[in-house]
């Protein structure tokens, strides 16, 4: 027997159910892909996208890495972000991380893990620029909460700085750039209040945010 017999059972019985609550939802699913967000979040498995804001596929074109980290020599990401903005004309690029995050703690404590910790020094550039912030902090689990929140707006910063969204922004395309954190312990999802819409409009957000 397989040992992944289990998993393609689920899938039918997923797309049995699919078929019985609406008979036409994968002929229209094959016919077209027309999202209005692209989500950048966490690679954990505990954070699922669509399941979290209640989207069905096709709504919501998604790019997950580990820690949710944006930068600009990870060709896998940047490929997602411009065919999102420039091919699927998305309108809002949501940049997700979540408290718990195990790369973000990891990169606080300087874990040695192997090949990932030269990503998680991408984490570790923003808690070094923020070391007197987070040091200031009472307890280890608010310096990681912190640091997720954090890291976030650094990436929203880093998504907005790319080539593919100046150059859209350049075009007077209506492109929004969000920051979130989900909470794993009530399901929530927080708006961090970091909408960047416009060249022009970041480093004031920026620095109202982290001078809170």
């Known amino acids: 027997m397989n040992s ?3 998993l393609f059972a689920r899938n039918r019985s997923w797309a049995d159910e699919r078929r019985r609550d609406d008979p036409r939802f994968f ?21 699922p996208a669509n399941e979290i804001v209640g989207l069905d596929p096709g ?12 930068v600009h020599t990870d060709l896998n990401c940047l490929s997602v972000l411009q065919y999102a903005v420039d091919v699927l004309d998305v309108e809002h690029v949501i940049i997700c991380g979540h ?3 195990g790369g973000v703690k990891s990169a606080l404590r300087n874990e040695r893990l192997g090949l990932i910790d030269n990503w998680l020094r991408h984490v570790q550039d923003v808690m070094r620029k923020h070391h007197a912030q987070l040091e200031a902090l009472p307890d280890d689990g608010s310096r990681q ?4 929140e954090l890291n976030v707006i650094e990436q929203v910063l880093n998504v907005s700085e790319t ?3 100046q150059s859209a922004w ?7 750039i969000h920051g979130w954190i989900y909470d794993l312990s009530d399901g929530l999802l927080r708006d961090m209040h970091v909408a ?13 945010m982290l001078d809170r």
Not at 170 to 176: A, M, P, Q, W
Request: glycine share 6%; aromatic share 10%.
């Open 4 to 6: 992944l017999d289990e």
């Open 145 to 148: 909460r912190r640091l997720c």
């Open 99 to 101: 408290y718990g995050c």
């Open 170 to 176: 350049d075009r007077g395309k209506s492109l929004e």
């Open 27 to 47: 002929e229209r699913l094959v016919r077209q892909q027309s999202p209005d967000y692209l989500w950048i979040g966490c690679a954990d498995s505990r954070v």
């Open 59 to 70: 709504e919501l074109f998604v790019h997950r890495n580990v820690a949710n980290v944006v």
């Open 196 to 208: 960047v819409r416009s060249q022009g409009e970041f480093q004031e957000i920026y620095q109202r």
């Open 163 to 165: 080539t593919i969204v």
